[in-house]
């Protein structure tokens, strides 16, 4: 007997309703029955119990739907009410990094009542998240993957984390980045950014796990990386 329900991970976490795909899951090593990274998400939402997380791009918006399953569960156990838990999602929509396919009235955003601001990252945090002093237990960082993205995008919305928050930033594996391939029409940037933001982060004030599955030539799917970051108090 399998710990995850295979039914509800192939329906909700890695399709949409069957109907299609969702976009962009195997930079995180997820196949169609096999969360990858999608896991770690998931275990740091429930075992920390966050109830307001902040998700900075989305492609076809793996990372939110997870964490908000496991808003659910542990809500589900009688940890806190429905209204108690938020997921922000901030993309701008503008085809850098990749293709957003939902909209407001897409089918992911009204099964996981995902909170969607359509916004650079800049302009959200300063119009949306400050005016309404909205603190943060998680932000996942995945917006633009410049060196500059990545920093300016660190710096503003690191304010916003609470105590023991957690700071996770994607494709931070250079190697799986740099021997990636693509075709001619498919959508897909190089990230620079976030391998080489994790090496100047400055460790005395921050804790660092870096999460890369990446080997050459292997015969199973592989993440392009996670960081998962901690203030030390």
Known sequence: MLL????????????????????????????????????????????YKFKSCIVLGSGGGFVPRIIRQAQWDIKDLGFGEEEDYHVYLVDAKNGINGITEWGEDDWFIKRFWIDTIVSTTEKAYY????????????????????????????????????????????????????????????????????????????????????????????EHPTSSGLAVIQRNE
């Open 4 to 47: 995850i329900n295979q039914s509800v991970l192939k329906q909700f976490l890695t399709s949409n309703d069957f109907k299609s795909d969702v976009k962009y899951k195997w930079t995180h090593g997820a196949t169609e029955d096999y969360l990858g990274l999608g896991m770690v998400f998931y275990a740091l939402t429930y075992f």
């Open 127 to 218: 119009d949306y998240f400050v005016r309404r002093n909205i603190k943060a237990d998680m932000i996942h960082i995945d917006a633009g993957h410049s060196l500059e993205d990545v920093e300016r995008d660190f710096e503003l919305y690191s304010k916003l984390l609470n105590k023991n928050g957690i700071i996770t930033i994607h494709d931070i594996d250079s190697e799986w980045n740099e021997t990636i391939q693509t075709t001619e029409t498919e959508t897909y940037d190089k990230c620079e950014g976030p391998s080489e933001f994790i090496k100047k982060l400055d460790k005395k004030k921050w804790r660092l796990i870096s999460l890369m599955d990446y080997t050459p030539e292997t």
